[in-house]
């Protein structure tokens, strides 16, 4: 699975922005999804997960109730749809995918990773 998140940017304290991650492969419908970020100087930490067939979603208490995990699975694609964005939520964001999912909030637990997409949020 290769991965390409994009849709980044820099927008002000609650604002939104709708991040994308496109997927190539025929094991995307099959994968567990994940996004995480890392900002600067910091320990690369878990945003969302959602199940393969999106019935199922997980939350960093940070995000919870602003942030939106969905998936497409036609168009191979998982997105996080952010609102309300705090200062705090700057970082690169990362997706990521697994088959497993036993250990969706640990970036150890996924197999594949995009490249990363710069979210800023200035106050």
């Known amino acids: 699975v290769q991965l390409q998140a994009s849709g980044g940017g820099s927008v002000q304290t609650g604002g939104s922005l709708r991040l994308s991650c496109a997927a190539s492969?025929?094991?995307?419908?099959?994968?567990?999804m994940g996004w995480f970020r890392q900002a600067p100087g910091k320990e690369r930490e878990f945003v969302s997960a959602?199940?393969?067939?999106?019935?199922?979603?997980f939350y960093s208490d940070s995000v919870k109730g602003r942030f939106t995990i969905f998936r497409v699975n036609a168009k191979n694609t998982v997105y996080l749809q952010m609102n309300s964005l705090k200062p705090e939520d700057t970082a690169v964001y990362y997706c990521?995918?697994?088959?497993?999912?036993?250990?969706?909030?640990?970036?150890?637990?996924?197999?594949?990773w995009g490249q990363g997409t710069l979210v800023t949020v200035s106050s």
């Open positions: 990521a995918a697994t088959a497993s999912g036993r250990r969706l909030v640990d970036a150890g637990g996924y197999d594949y």
């Open positions: 492969g025929r094991t995307f419908s099959s994968s567990f």
């Open positions: 959602i199940s393969w067939s999106g019935g199922s979603t």
